[in-house]
């Protein structure tokens, strides 16, 4: 069974940094694509970042510049190192996990394994 879990959510002032970690488990992990997402209730999802199975990365604008998308095949783990925090990045960010290996799509309807979310908070 394939469980995907995030931790190292938090609240943090605008200009900090926090960084989240995807446990992967059930799965030939280094084989898939990996990514992060974040929602807001009553907002649309939005792809954050992505690393595919070759480890070529892709960000979203908004981000660019101040997230690093990275991955460790041996722990099975995903992280986002997130700096440059700004209100507006204020979500709950999920990881999701895409059989197809060497994409790098931001699409969430491409994802086939979805965490629970953590909940970042940027204060001002």
């Known amino acids: 069974q394939v469980q995907l879990v995030e931790s190292g959510g938090g609240s943090v002032q605008a200009g900090g940094s926090l960084r989240l970690s995807c446990a992967a488990s059930?799965?030939?992990?280094?084989?898939?694509?990996m990514a992060w997402f974040r929602q807001a209730p009553g907002k649309e999802r939005e792809g954050v970042a992505v690393?595919?199975?070759?480890?070529?990365?892709r960000y979203a604008d908004s981000v660019k510049g101040r997230f690093t998308i990275a991955k460790d095949n041996a722990k099975n783990t995903l992280y986002l190192q997130m700096n440059s925090l700004k209100p507006e990045d204020t979500d709950v960010y999920y990881c999701?996990?895409?059989?197809?290996?060497?994409?790098?799509?931001?699409?969430?309807?491409?994802?086939?394994?979805w965490g629970q979310g953590t909940q970042v908070t940027v204060s001002s």
């Open positions: 999701a996990a895409s059989k197809t290996g060497y994409i790098l799509a931001l699409q969430g309807a491409l994802y086939n394994y």
């Open positions: 690393i595919n199975a070759a480890g070529n990365t």
């Open positions: 059930g799965y030939t992990y280094s084989g898939y694509c």
